[in-house]
């Protein structure tokens, strides 16, 4: 295990030592600087010069002034605040002075120097607990899913009547969300409001005068409807969240119908609104013809056509009858093709492929189109608008497993495989409030939680000192640079995100790296009493319990990994905390009290150990 | 020793049958209330009028965006209108002063901000965990110690987690952290005397089982002292001082540790001597 080379100046670990903790304390720095407000305001292109005077005259014509300092990348402007009051002044004047092709997005950024950020030092992400976000709140639309309910309804209902022999003139869904029966014949009128009284779930409002009846779903059943839609967009939205990067993230019901999304601060929040509100699905049509001119066919004569059209306005007749959506797909991964051009290699599940394989077995030759569905917010009111990305000639049978293209670059394609992965959200939702909240322990909490963590480590410091004596200052100093290496690694490791959990198991880390320290010592102490040298105590004491400590180490890292993978994302937090925190308590408890040690006591001539 | 430890781990399902859990607002979910105060009113004073009015389980925020402060409750209040009233009684009446006055904005539920198979997932993990670490340690120093190791962690988790209950700690997910740390703690303490069991079983090689078990210990007790004590200082000083964010994790440690070290030194080794360890059983260490 270690060498016993008792005899030379271990000089060159000594400098790589130093060398190591002075890039940790380095790249620990940035920790120390907070985080500021800031606006991201993007355009779709890049921004010129008009843009930036533009921007510049809305912000000073209305003193707001405070703003720190403004910076530029690609198609968004960042501006950075000295405090939250001056940011969201800001955001006031320039939501209601910009036109509406800027996007205006609130964000909390850390305010790392900018030699830091050369060097690619960040600070540790933190978690809703312990830092502020962005908070979102969602409202669902449900006038979908109310229509898709009915609509099932009025299929049982002409039926059923069709078998007591009832016959109606029209049944219909109103824009209420009612189903209505109108008859022409007043005792059909009676017999139907009779038979449906029998009917649980259900609420009728009848109008005599004009002979038609109303059918509403009742208070529960709408509760049921709704509860079982928001969890649905519940699930699916924390998917995406998870798909886009972001860990740590809150996601409630409010209310009926409103959801409640919270977000550490993230570096692009125009793109996680983005990503939320997207409402964006696929599906499939066949294609019957591609038409030069739009009024060369009226789609109203044939029941089941319908024109959409391509990107670029090409008008083509598709039938309305969509062969499979969406919700069938698996897996969706965006690769390059062999011409580097963008593509969506789309695996389906049994259903689907099921679907598929049944459509292109009759269909092989024919044109196959992939319309993308979005429901855009227009004026309070969601529109289903449909675009056809792309259009395919159908080889031969095809099953669960196809690509599709038709993409302007491949970012667009990458973001929407993330959607399509994440799935389809039940109702679209609207981003209907959108603000900074502070951490959900309460700065002042969290102040004082981090002094006190300090305090006890101060305290176990002096205890450890004081049994101890020199040995117990190296073990100090080992205890720093822990600290220091673990947020260094912290910071740099993608997903790694520091919250209360987090912190609970840096208290443990402590505590174990301490532990390992105390065994070595006791253990030295016992070699010195069986009557060995200083040099060979040492040596000996460190050699001994070695294998106690990896044993420990070892079997608390099992814990962690598999806490990591079982876990969910709040015990994930706990577990790359700990994990890392072994690793360098490891690394910091034996190698560099070592290396100290030796340096320290090799040669000396004197017979006493300060331990 | 054995009866006193089931006798405690007989109470501490009795208790958590009792007395159940105090679950977190994040499990549970509650009540969102938004009020506007007229000029800006601290946080601290708030949480001062929900403690008087003995409201646990809640949290409060800040909104500094439109100045206004949001209070999760936790209750089991399922309509509307009722929260309403219930909110008028006990609380806006006492914020409220003649020159500062309270509008609220809103008052809605909200559901669960953890998925409801948090606590399912935990146990998950736990189980799986305590598995992996038994193959780990029989592997590394042989099947009954193995077993008096697993059984020594199974009953600081039956046990804290009574405590727990005893105490009306609040559960949220905080708390999976607090008890893997705890058990993390025990597990530690239990290897470190293995390793010297397992180090006096190769030199001692004809005593008997219990003589090297018992001079392990005796050996390894000063060390275990040491880092208690150590802990037990950081520990301590966060249950004292740290305040409310704190509080719950440093409680359950302070438990934790305590029943952890017990059980390492008492228990572990002990199992494997009655289930009928002997020096055959010891596997050499690498």
């Known amino acids: 295990m270690f060498k016993k080379t008792l005899s030379c100046y271990p000089w060159c670990k000594v400098a790589v030592l130093a060398i190591l903790l002075i890039v940790g304390a380095v790249y620990a720095l940035p920790n120390l600087y907070g985080s500021d407000p800031t606006i991201q305001i993007n355009k779709s292109i890049y921004f010129n010069k008009k843009n930036i005077d533009e921007i510049y005259l809305v912000l000073t014509k209305n003193n707001t002034n405070n703003i720190k300092s403004i910076a530029f990348k690609k198609s968004s402007m960042v501006l950075r605040f000295s405090s939250i009051d001056s ?143 928001i969890k649905k967009n519940l699930i699916i939205l924390r998917k995406r969240m998870n798909q886009f990067g972001v860990m740590n993230i809150v996601i409630q019901r409010q209310g009926k119908n409103k959801i409640l999304v919270e977000l550490p601060g993230i570096q692009n929040s125009k793109k996680a609104k983005e990503i939320l509100g997207s409402t964006a699905t696929l599906q499939f049509h066949s294609v019957i013809a591609i038409l030069k001119n739009k009024s060369n066919f009226h ?92 259009i395919a000639r159908i080889q031969s049978r095809l099953s669960d497993n196809f690509q599709i293209t038709g993409f302007k670059n491949f970012d667009k394609a990458y973001e929407m495989s993330l959607l399509l992965r994440a799935g389809t959200l039940s109702t679209p939702v609207k981003i209907i409030k959108e603000s900074i909240i502070g951490p959900t322990l309460g700065m002042k909490n969290i102040k004082t939680g981090v002094t006190t963590c300090l305090l006890g480590l101060i305290l176990s410091v002096f205890f450890i000192i004081f049994l101890y004596k020199k040995f117990g200052l190296i073990i100090t100093s080992a205890l720093v640079g822990n600290l220091i290496f673990l947020l260094d690694i912290m910071s740099i490791f993608p997903n790694a995100t520091l919250t209360m959990s987090g912190i609970a198991g840096i208290v443990l880390i402590l505590s174990v790296a301490i532990d390992a320290n105390v065994l070595i010592n006791e253990r030295i102490k016992e070699e010195l009493l069986v009557g060995k040298g200083i040099e060979q105590a040492i040596e000996e004491g460190y050699q001994k319990s070695f294998s106690s400590i990896f044993d420990a180490n070892v079997t608390t890292l099992i814990k962690i990994l598999i806490l990591y993978t079982v876990g969910s994302s709040s015990i994930k937090g706990f577990a790359i905390t700990t994990g890392i925190g072994i690793i360098t308590s490891t690394f910091t408890s034996i190698v560099c009290t070592h290396i100290i040690a030796r340096l320290i006591y090799s040669h000396s001539r004197s017979q006493k150990l300060s331990i | ?111 669960p901000s953890v998925g409801k198979n948090l606590i399912q997932n935990g146990l998950t993990s736990i189980i799986l965990a305590l598995v992996f670490v038994f193959v780990y340690i029989n592997f590394r120093f042989g099947f009954y110690l193995a077993l008096g190791a697993i059984s020594s962690l199974v009953h600081d988790l039956i046990i804290t987690v009574g405590l727990i209950s005893l105490f009306q700690i609040k559960v949220d997910s905080m708390t999976f952290a607090s008890l893997m740390s705890v058990t993390s703690y025990s597990l530690n303490d239990t290897i470190v005397h293995y390793d010297r069991i397992r180090e006096n079983f190769q030199r001692n090689k004809s005593e008997d089982a219990y003589y090297v078990i018992n001079l392990s210990l005796t050996q390894t007790f000063r060390r275990t002292l040491i880092t208690l004590g150590i802990t037990l200082i950081v520990v301590t000083v966060l249950l004292f001082f740290g305040g409310p964010a704190v509080r719950n994790f440093s409680l359950t440690m302070l438990f934790g540790v305590l029943v952890g070290t017990i059980s390492s030194v008492y228990i572990a080794a002990a199992i494997a001597l009655s289930l009928g360890l002997s020096h055959n059983h010891v596997t050499a260490a690498k």
């Open chain 1, 87 to 229: 940011q969201l002044r800001a955001r006031k004047v320039l939501s209601k002075k910009l036109s509406s092709k800027y996007s205006i997005a609130l964000n909390l950024i850390p305010d790392t120097p900018r030699w830091l950020s050369y060097l690619h030092a960040r600070p540790i992400k933190l978690g809703l607990d312990l830092s502020g976000g962005v908070r979102f709140l969602l409202k669902a639309n449900m006038s979908a899913i109310y229509d898709n309910f009915q609509r099932k309804n009025i299929q049982f209902l002409s039926n059923d009547l069709k078998v007591k022999k009832i016959t109606y003139k029209k049944i219909y869904l109103t824009g209420k969300h009612a189903i209505r029966t109108s008859f022409k014949n007043r005792e059909y009128y009676f017999k139907t409001k009779k038979y449906l009284s029998r009917y649980r779930g259900i609420r009728i409002v009848a109008n005599k005068k004009f002979n038609y009846i109303d059918i509403f779903p009742n208070e529960k059943k709408l509760n049921i409807l709704e509860k079982s839609a």
């Open chain 1, 299 to 390: 789609p109203s004569i044939q029941d089941h056509l319908q024109i959409q059209y391509t990107r670029q306005h090409q008008p083509i007749l598709v039938n309305k009858n969509v062969i499979f959506d969406g919700s069938h797909i698996k897996n969706a991964i965006a690769i390059k093709d062999n011409y580097n051009l963008p593509q969506i290699n789309i695996t389906l599940d049994r259903s689907g492929g099921a679907l598929m394989s049944q459509f292109t077995k009759h269909h092989v030759g024919t044109l196959i189109a992939t319309s993308l569905v979005e429901y855009k917010d227009v004026l309070n009111k969601f529109e289903k608008s449909e675009t056809i990305i792309n």
């Open chain 2, 1 to 111: 020793m054995f009866l006193i430890s089931l006798v405690f781990i007989l109470a501490s399902f009795i208790i958590i049958i009792a007395c159940s859990f105090n679950w977190g607002i994040d499990l549970t979910g509650g009540v969102k209330i938004e009020i506007k105060m007229e000029k800006s009113f601290t946080l601290s004073k708030v949480r001062k009028l929900l403690h008087r009015e003995k409201i646990k389980n809640f949290s409060l925020r800040e909104s500094k965006y439109d100045k206004r402060i949001i209070i999760h409750l936790q209750n089991k209040i399922k309509k509307h209108i009722d929260a309403q009233k219930y909110l008028n009684k006990r609380i806006l009446k006492k914020l409220e002063s003649p020159n500062n006055r309270s509008i609220v904005k809103s008052i809605e539920l909200i559901g």
